[in-house]
C-alpha cells in the first residue's frame, strides 16, 4: 500500500477511509467540481448515472425543473448516490438562485427584494428574516445552497442590477449591514450561501449583462476596493461558504480575462488579499460574455487553472455537464491543470460538502 494514497484518502475523509486506503479515481475527483443542470420537470436518467457514476457535483435548479414532485425527485437522486459504490459520504449539492423579490427559482419567498430589504425601517433585521425563509423553504425542497446574496454596490437608479431590486443599496455601508446577517441566519440553518458576483457588477449599466455578452467595468482599483470589495470583508466575515466571482472583465488588475477566468482576481485579491478560504464557484460557463475563450472544455480549463474550484454547467444540457468533467480529466492527463492545486480545490469542495452532513 502506498502511504501517499492512504493520506490523500484520510485528507479526503472518506467513509472507507477507516477499512481500506480508497483513492476516488481522476473522473470522480473531477465530478465533485462540475454542478450540472436539466432541461423540464423530471430529473433525467442521464442525471442518475452521472451520479452514480461519480462524475456528478450536484444540480442546479431552474424555474422549468420546478413543481410539486421536485423534493421526491431530489430525494431519490441523493438516495441512489448512497447506494452507489462512488458515494464519498456526504450529499450532492443541490442549488438554485434565491434572491428574494423578483430572483426566487422556488415559490414560498423572500418576497421582499434586496432592494426593499436594503430600504425598510430595520434592514439588518429584514435581511435576517429573508435568510432565514430562504432556509426554511429549501428544506422543503431538499435545496442545500443558495446562490445569493448579490453583494453588488449599485450605482444608478435602474442599472443592471438596480433593476430588478437585486442591489441591497448604493453605499458599501448598507450593502454590508445587509449580507451579514442574511448569510449567517441562512447558514445557521444549513443552507450553503454566495456571495455574488466578485468583485461586484455594481457598476455594470442597464443591460449590460455578462450571460449575453462581454461587459467590461472600467473601475479603478481604488474604487474597487474602497465601494465594491467592502461587502467581501463582511461576508468573509460571517463565514460565507461560497463565492462566485463574476464574467465582466475590471481592467484595473487584468484586462484579458473576465474575473472568474482570471488569477490575479481569484488568487491574488480574493484568496490573497481578502483571505477567502472556501470555494469559489463559477457563473453560467455557457454565459455571452466567454464567445471568445472557446467552447465549454476550454472555458473549464481556463476557469480551473485560474482557481475556479466549481464550474456551473446551467445550460439545462447534460451534455455540457459532461463535456466540462471530461476536460478537467483531460486537463489532469496533459498537464494543463496543475495536479497540486487540483487536489487542494478537492478538498475545499469535499470540506463543504461534509458540512451539510446531518442537515439535507
Ligand atoms: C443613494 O441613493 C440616494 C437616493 O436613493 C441618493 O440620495 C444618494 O445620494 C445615493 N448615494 C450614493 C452614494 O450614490
Ligand atoms: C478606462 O479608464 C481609464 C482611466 O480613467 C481611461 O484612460 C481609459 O480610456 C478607459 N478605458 C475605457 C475602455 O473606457
Ligand atoms: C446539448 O449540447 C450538445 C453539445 O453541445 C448538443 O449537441 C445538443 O444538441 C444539445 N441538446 C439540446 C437539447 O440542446
Given at each position: 500500500m502506498?502511504?501517499?494514497?492512504?493520506?490523500l484518502?484520510?485528507c479526503?475523509?472518506?467513509?472507507?477511509c477507516?477499512s481500506i486506503?480508497?483513492?476516488?479515481?481522476d473522473?470522480?475527483?473531477a465530478?465533485?467540481h462540475?454542478?450540472?443542470?436539466?432541461?423540464g420537470?423530471?430529473?433525467?436518467?442521464d442525471?442518475?448515472t452521472?451520479a452514480?457514476?461519480?462524475?456528478?457535483?450536484?444540480?442546479i435548479?431552474f424555474?422549468?425543473?420546478v413543481?410539486?414532485?421536485?423534493p421526491?425527485?431530489i430525494?431519490?437522486?441523493?438516495?441512489?448516490?448512497?447506494k452507489?459504490?462512488?458515494?464519498?459520504?456526504?450529499p450532492?449539492l443541490?442549488l438554485?438562485?434565491?434572491?428574494?423579490?423578483e430572483?426566487?427559482?422556488l415559490?414560498?419567498g423572500p418576497?421582499?427584494s434586496a432592494k426593499?430589504?436594503?430600504q425598510?425601517?430595520?434592514?439588518?433585521t429584514a435581511?435576517?428574516n429573508?435568510?432565514?425563509?430562504?432556509?426554511?423553504v429549501?428544506?422543503?425542497?431538499s435545496?442545500?445552497?443558495d446562490?445569493?446574496?448579490v453583494?453588488?454596490?449599485?450605482?444608478?437608479?435602474?442599472?443592471?442590477?438596480?433593476?430588478?431590486?437585486?442591489?441591497?443599496?448604493?453605499t458599501?455601508?448598507?450593502?454590508?449591514?445587509?449580507v451579514?446577517p442574511?448569510?449567517s441566519?441562512?447558514?445557521?440553518?444549513?443552507?450553503?450561501?454566495?456571495?455574488?458576483?466578485?468583485p461586484?457588477l455594481?457598476?455594470?449599466?442597464r443591460?449590460?449583462n455578462?450571460?449575453?455578452e462581454?461587459?467590461t467595468l472600467?473601475?479603478?482599483?481604488d474604487?474597487?476596493?474602497g465601494?465594491?470589495?467592502?461587502?467581501?470583508?463582511?461576508a468573509?466575515g460571517a463565514g460565507?461558504?461560497?463565492v462566485?466571482?463574476s464574467?465582466?472583465?475590471y481592467?484595473?488588475?487584468?484586462?484579458?480575462y473576465?474575473s472568474?477566468?482570471?488569477k490575479?482576481?481569484i488568487?491574488?485579491?480574493?484568496r490573497?488579499r481578502?483571505?477567502?478560504r472556501?470555494?469559489?464557484?463559477?457563473d453560467?460557463?455557457?454565459?455571452?460574455?466567454?464567445?471568445?475563450?472557446?467552447?465549454?472544455?476550454?472555458?473549464?480549463i481556463l476557469?480551473?487553472s485560474?482557481?475556479?474550484?466549481i464550474?456551473l454547467?446551467?445550460?439545462?444540457?447534460?451534455?455540457?455537464g459532461?463535456?466540462a468533467?471530461?476536460?478537467?480529466?483531460?486537463?489532469l492527463?496533459?498537464?494543463?491543470?496543475?495536479?497540486?492545486?487540483?487536489?487542494?480545490?478537492?478538498k475545499?469542495?469535499v470540506d463543504?460538502?461534509?458540512?451539510?452532513n446531518?442537515?439535507h
Open positions: 502506498r502511504p501517499t494514497l492512504l493520506l484518502a484520510c479526503f475523509g472518506l467513509a472507507s477507516n486506503a480508497y483513492r476516488p479515481s473522473t470522480v475527483q465530478g465533485y462540475v454542478i450540472w443542470s436539466y432541461p420537470p423530471i430529473i433525467p436518467q442525471i442518475y452521472a452514480t457514476a461519480g462524475r456528478l457535483g450536484g444540480i435548479l424555474g422549468e425543473n413543481n410539486d414532485n421536485l421526491a425527485q430525494d431519490a437522486l441523493q438516495q441512489t448516490y448512497k452507489s459504490k462512488n458515494y464519498p459520504g456526504f450532492l443541490i438554485t438562485d434565491q434572491e428574494g423579490g430572483v426566487n427559482r415559490p414560498g418576497t421582499q426593499e430589504i436594503g425598510s425601517s430595520d434592514p439588518a435581511a435576517a429573508a435568510g432565514s425563509t430562504v432556509a426554511n429549501f428544506s422543503e425542497y435545496v442545500n445552497g446562490l445569493a446574496p453583494l453588488g454596490v449599485y450605482r444608478q437608479e435602474g442599472d443592471f442590477l438596480d433593476e430588478f431590486e437585486r442591489s441591497y443599496g448604493n458599501s455601508q448598507l450593502v454590508s449591514t445587509c451579514g442574511f448569510i441566519a441562512m447558514q445557521s440553518k444549513g443552507v450553503l450561501a454566495t456571495a455574488k458576483h466578485f461586484g455594481g457598476a455594470a449599466a443591460g449590460a455578462t450571460d449575453v462581454p461587459v472600467n473601475l479603478t482599483l474604487e474597487i476596493r465601494v465594491d470589495e467592502v461587502p467581501y470583508k463582511t468573509i460565507v461558504k461560497m462566485m466571482p464574467w465582466a472583465v481592467p484595473a488588475l487584468d484586462s484579458k473576465p472568474g477566468l482570471s490575479r482576481w488568487q491574488q485579491e480574493l490573497g481578502l483571505g477567502f472556501g470555494v469559489t464557484i463559477s453560467a460557463i455557457e454565459a455571452g460574455s466567454l464567445a471568445a475563450f472557446g467552447g465549454t472544455a476550454e472555458r473549464t476557469a480551473s485560474a482557481g475556479m474550484d464550474i454547467a446551467a445550460a439545462r444540457n447534460t451534455t455540457q459532461s463535456d468533467v471530461n476536460a478537467i480529466v483531460a486537463g492527463k496533459n498537464g494543463r491543470l496543475d495536479r497540486r492545486a487540483f487536489q487542494e480545490s478537492t475545499r469542495i463543504l460538502r461534509r458540512s451539510l446531518g442537515r
